[in-house]
């Protein structure tokens, strides 16, 4: 059997802008598969947009959230599909605050992120209501705002697959994906009140080159330290599309994530938060915190398809 294609926004290197729209559906007995309807529809649309600019290189993917999932198709819903729990410790927080339908845009016209956000948003008219609406940029060499090139760690080439698609473990979902989401709010001000080399320890990498800093000189506080975690051995890997975004007057980053086990995004952030146990927390929590937190299920090609249909 052929491996079951995934939505094109999943797996390709992040592009140079970025589109996040979080719709609740107002009645989701009433609408909820409408909406899925349209849903399914938004790859074709993407296609459309994209044949007038083929260099722009749009690509999408849109995701349910749990609740809707189970609506849009009750019976069948994906092994691991929950939703997003929140953390809590010593004041951090990070919240839940949920979602029904994710759209993720990219192109390297931001223009084309809008287009497509907006004939989505026409498509499903007052069924919906929007949560969050972030558009990302592209920010000097893929840096945050913080100043740190973001995503170091981020998985290449078919490894991105390994990582991000459900496999022969749900094979009635394989090429699908979890999107875990979240939305940081940085205090710029007080980040930049620290020299480099304090803000160096608190990420745990050259500011620079993002090098590592080397064992001693790295604080189990610093982020990758909380961030990069082994099991068996092996590291925990997610698939990283996050973007800065922002104005003058409030800035930060989406976070989002695909994974084909939602348990390793969760694992880093109670690490990050200090609700793992050990004491510790993620230092970079204290320059930034999370203002949302959603998962969703980003299906295959042929299975957002079969929601179209039902």
């Known amino acids: 059997m052929a491996a079951a294609e995934p939505q094109d926004g999943i797996l390709p290197e992040p592009s140079e802008?970025?589109?996040f729209l979080i719709m609740n559906v107002r009645d989701r007995q009433?609408?909820?598969?409408?909406?899925?309807?349209?849903?399914?529809?938004?790859?074709?649309?993407?296609?459309?947009?994209?044949?007038?600019?083929?260099?722009?290189?749009l690509r999408s993917v849109v995701g349910?959230?749990?609740?809707?999932?189970?609506?849009?198709?009750?019976?069948?819903?994906?092994?691991?599909?929950?939703?997003?729990?929140?953390?809590?410790?010593?004041?951090r927080r990070a919240p839940a605050?949920?979602?029904?339908?994710?759209?993720?845009?990219?192109?390297?016209?931001?223009?084309?992120?809008?287009?497509?956000?907006?004939?989505?948003?026409?498509a499903l008219g007052e069924a919906v209501g929007v949560l969050e609406e972030v558009h990302g940029f592209r920010y000097l060499d893929l840096r945050d705002l913080t100043g740190f090139i973001d995503g170091t760690e981020n998985p290449k080439g078919r490894e991105r697959a390994t990582v991000a698609l459900i496999a022969s473990e749900d094979p009635a979902f394989a090429g699908g994906s979890f999107a875990?989401?979240?939305?940081?709010?940085?205090?710029?001000?007080?980040w930049n009140g620290l020299?480099?080399?304090?803000?160096?320890?608190?990420?745990?990498?050259?500011?620079?080159?993002?090098?590592?800093?080397?064992?001693?000189?790295?604080?189990?506080?610093?982020?990758?330290?909380?961030?990069?975690?082994?099991?068996?051995?092996?590291?925990?890997?997610i698939v990283r599309?996050?973007?800065?975004?922002?104005?003058?007057?409030?800035a930060g980053l989406f976070f989002i994530a695909y994974t084909n086990d939602l348990s390793r995004p969760e694992k880093m952030l109670r690490r990050m938060m200090g609700a793992s146990g050990d004491g510790l927390h993620d230092r970079l929590m204290e320059f930034s915190h999370a203002v949302s937190g959603a998962n969703f299920f980003a299906p295959s090609l042929r299975v957002l398809r079969s929601l179209g249909a039902e």
């Open 30 to 57: 009433r609408d909820g598969r409408a909406v899925a309807r349209a849903l399914a529809r938004t790859p074709e649309l993407a296609r459309k947009l994209s044949s007038g600019a083929p260099q722009a290189r």
């Open 195 to 237: 020299t480099v080399a304090e803000q160096e320890r608190v990420v745990g990498r050259r500011k620079r080159d993002s090098q590592e800093l080397s064992a001693r000189a790295k604080p189990p506080t610093a982020h990758i330290a909380r961030t990069v975690i082994e099991k068996d051995g092996k590291e925990l890997e």
């Open 17 to 19: 802008n970025a589109l």
């Open 97 to 122: 605050t949920g979602g029904d339908a994710l759209l993720h845009a990219v192109s390297r016209r931001p223009d084309l992120c809008f287009e497509l956000a907006q004939q989505l948003r026409r």
């Open 241 to 250: 599309h996050s973007f800065p975004y922002g104005t003058t007057s409030e």
């Open 64 to 91: 349910l959230g749990p609740e809707l999932w189970d609506v849009a198709s009750p019976g069948r819903r994906p092994r691991g599909l929950h939703a997003f729990p929140e953390v809590e410790a010593e004041g």
């Open 180 to 190: 875990y989401t979240q939305r940081y709010v940085h205090d710029l001000a007080k």
